[in-house]
């Protein structure tokens, strides 16, 4: 039996964070949590953050506001005021959870503090940069010094470039993902033992939780045959296994791996014409692991140079190898697979944009409609119980 | 009392987005057994391989040989005893093993059952097989990440499998919840690649809303513009090789933040024009303002460059590798971030973690076990989840069933 209603449907949230915890009050409320966020009377600075939607009557609308913010209701709050403060400490009070990130609008500590001193049924999770201490606690780190400090700049580009940060949020949606993951493992502890906590999730800790070899290659580098020291240097799209790497091909880019069907690799090389010396002994020898490696991707790299790229990923795959084509914004808006799992939704009335990242059988997941400034403030209002008098 | 110790996981993920996600499920205090067999070389042989290391701490081992019929009925007895069944494998496996969610479902309604296959449980690339690179080119990142002209070079790590292993956490998190309030369980089909197109967000809503194609922006911003904004080569390195160069990344994300740097730089003529005020004249200015501030940064280590400009209210931050993450960072040091696991693993010895970056204040997560080598944990896990007996198992073992 369907529900109407996301998994989280009884859970009541509070969304004070800024870039670095925001998607995962979006991950909350898109699937079903009533997810309150408070914002200035001028707007939540958030709103000013592009691209936007231009051609629009009433002046540009933020889409990254739009994507990150969404599923919300939007309250207005005058902090400056009394009245202002009671209204968000109020709506706290009747919160499951409260995100705040440190100098966040309405994240204050105080406010907190008394907020789980009233309820001590209340999770609050704050995010930090780096932590609640050590000399970098106070350091700014927006999303590209973010990911530098983090380690995740480091490993990516190649050596006729810079190191590279990855494009958009992608540092703050994993410090986003573990807010949300941090926010719903001690609502579950709340909920079996009316026990709330604060729990601290510092962005640093996170994005260096994400790294795949980086961390891998320090600990262990003696035991891996292809390190040759503790660090791996950026190499553009070759993998640390030496074994996947994005190629380029006639017309395009695609990654292209003999995993997980190496001998399926090698037939194919072999219809091709193409396999060179692959069949040489010596690669039999479970000492020359590595070295066939290496030849196996040479000789990868020339073939794919003669091909295009999209026949040859489809061919790939239907050869039971993890073959991907290199594919800009508009491929990926025009994907066969994500059309036919009617997979796209609408964060605007004319904006489509990405649907689930996963599909609950029982509890829909949806994307609910995006307001302007304190759109819900009346509604809100009026169910904390806040009358015009007051 | 760590936050998830209530809950019990059947875990058949492997390589990575799988695993990563029960793991983190498992250092939150879930009992996380995870199914392997000796009978497949690629568990035997990788058991106590780094990367096998790095993802399964915290859980325990059963080793089930799921071509036997005997081992397909334990593994439905524990799914039975499940809250939660996980899996990475291929859709369809489970259910040919008769550990499907249709067939579990029935007899444990309760059971949450995520499925964390590359592309999703439909669709005409459902067969498809992904790595995370695959799913980084298809859904757009290769592309976005990158220098103008180049297509080939995208994420230096495989992102979409840590963020894939975390939505599949979050998802059993949310299922947990719900379940609280419809008194069901669910299936929940996780496409690894869907998660991955979820992080081109932006640059898709600004393609179906204004029809501009996003491209590679190098180290600039894509959208905002504010500049100087990179990444700058210093001094310091040990050697000439790639690997030691020393990078700083410099980010002024307002006129006030440009005004400050400018005097960290000592307030030099070719700053003052008043051009470089504001966003607009820095966006127009950043090629120029990118080789200036490279002539700067040269001549100091990263360390200096980041603590001149934090101590201006600066945002920098040096471009920091897994050697300074490990012997340098002040912060994971103060944390105990990174550290090696006490109890020695059974093959290796030595092993490390680093730690779940959430700190409950009252739940506190600090216990962490290396990662289990195949079938370890038979006897308990057996014992507590079906009530066999030490004999039972044994004869299980011997009969290769249990292995």
């Known amino acids: ?390 | 009392m760590r936050p998830l110790e209530d809950v019990k996981i059947l875990d058949f993920t492997h390589v990575l987005a799988g695993p990563f996600g029960t793991r983190v499920l498992a250092d939150m205090g879930a009992d996380v057994v995870k199914i392997m067999s000796a009978v497949r070389e690629t568990a035997r042989t990788q058991q106590d391989s780094p990367y096998y290391l790095m993802w399964n701490r915290n859980k325990r081992s059963l080793a089930l040989d799921m071509r036997r019929e005997e081992s397909r009925e334990l593994a439905r007895r524990l799914a039975d005893e499940a809250d939660v069944v996980m899996d990475n494998f291929s859709p369809g496996v489970l259910d040919r093993w008769n550990v499907g969610y249709e067939i579990v479902s029935e007899t444990n309604p309760g059971v949450i059952y995520v499925q964390m296959s590359g592309m999703g449980a439909t669709g005409p690339w459902s067969d498809f097989v992904t790595y995370a690179p695959t799913v980084h080119g298809l859904g757009g990142l290769t592309h976005l990440t990158g220098v103008p002209g180049r297509g080939d070079i995208g994420i230096g790590y495989s992102y979409n499998d840590h963020q894939a292993g975390l939505h599949g956490a979050v998802a059993v998190l949310a299922a947990l919840e719900g379940r609280r309030s419809t008194g069901r369980g669910q299936r929940v089909d996780l496409s690894q690649f869907e998660v991955g197109v979820n992080f081109a967000g932006l640059a898709l809503l600004d393609w179906f809303g204004n029809g501009r194609s996003a491209s590679p922006v190098t180290n600039r911003e894509p959208y905002d513009n504010n500049a100087p904004h990179g990444c700058y080569p210093c001094a310091g390195a040990a050697s000439d090789a790639l690997v030691d160069e020393r990078w700083v990344a410099i980010a002024c994300m307002s006129d006030d933040q440009w005004r400050r740097f400018r005097d960290v730089l000592g307030d030099p003529e070719w700053a003052r024009d008043p051009a470089l005020a504001t966003v607009q004249g820095r966006s127009e200015a950043a090629d120029m303002l990118d080789q200036r501030i490279a002539e700067w940064t040269r001549r100091l280590t990263a360390e200096v460059v980041m603590e001149r400009c934090q101590a201006a209210g600066v945002p920098a931050g040096v471009v920091q590798t897994g050697l300074d993450l490990c012997e340098r960072d002040p912060q994971l040091k103060l944390s105990g971030f990174l550290a090696e696991i006490e109890e020695a693993h059974p093959i290796t010895g030595r092993t490390y973690a680093d730690r779940l970056p959430i700190y409950f204040e009252r739940t506190s997560c600090d216990e962490y076990r290396p990662a289990p080598v195949v079938g370890q944990h038979n006897a308990e896990v057996l014992s507590e989840w079906l009530g066999m007996s030490e004999e039972e198992v044994r004869r299980g073992e011997e009969a290769g069933y249990l292995r």
């Open chain 1, 1 to 390: 039996m369907s529900d109407t209603r996301g998994p989280l449907q009884d859970a009541r949230v509070v969304d004070l964070t800024d870039e670095r915890g925001i998607y995962g009050a979006k991950l909350l409320a898109d699937l079903g949590a009533d997810v309150v966020r408070p914002e200035p009377s001028e707007g939540d600075a958030l709103r000013r953050r592009g691209p936007h939607l231009e051609d629009t009557p009433d002046g540009p609308t933020s889409l990254w506001h739009a994507f990150f913010a969404s599923s919300r209701r939007f309250l207005s709050v005058d902090l400056d005021s009394e009245a202002g403060n009671a209204q968000l400490d109020a709506l706290i009070d009747r919160a499951h959870v409260v995100l705040c990130c440190t100098g966040a609008f309405g994240a204050e500590q105080e406010r907190l503090d008394a907020a789980l001193s009233r309820r001590p049924e209340l999770v609050v999770v704050e995010v930090s940069s780096f932590g609640k201490e050590g000399p970098w606690r106070d350091y700014l780190a927006p999303h590209i010094v973010a990911g530098a400090l983090g380690g995740a700049v480091a490993p990516t580009g190649d050596a006729d470039t810079p190191p590279l940060n990855a494009f958009g949020e992608l540092h703050f949606m994993m410090s986003g993902v573990y807010v949300a993951i941090a926010a719903l493992g001690a609502l579950h502890f709340a909920r079996f033992r009316k026990i709330g906590q604060r729990v601290h999730v510092p962005v640093h800790e996170c994005i260096a939780s994400g790294l795949e070899q980086v961390l891998m290659w320090y600990w262990y580098h003696d035991r891996l045959p292809m390190a040759n020291g503790p660090v791996l240097e950026r190499r553009g799209g070759l993998h640390w296994t030496n074994a996947f790497q994005t190629m380029r091909g006639r017309d395009g880019c695609v990654f292209v791996t003999p995993a997980p069907n190496r001998d399926a690799q090698l037939a194919w090389l072999i219809e091709e014409d193409a396999a060179g010396d692959l069949w040489d002994p010596k690669y039999q020898d479970p000492a020359n692991r590595e070295a066939f490696t290496l030849a196996v991707m040479q000789r990868l790299r020339e073939w794919v140079a003669t091909r295009d790229v999209e026949p040859l990923f489809k061919e790939g795959q239907a050869r039971g190898l993890a073959y991907g084509q290199v594919v800009p914004v508009e491929g990926v808006a025009d994907n066969p697979h994500l059309a036919a799992r009617e997979w796209w939704t609408d964060y605007l009335p004319t904006v489509r944009g990405p649907g689930a990242p996963y599909a609950f059988s029982d509890t829909p997941w949806k994307i609910g409609p995006y307001g302007d400034v304190g759109a819900d403030t009346e509604a809100v209002l009026s169910e904390i119980g806040w009358t015009e008098s007051q």
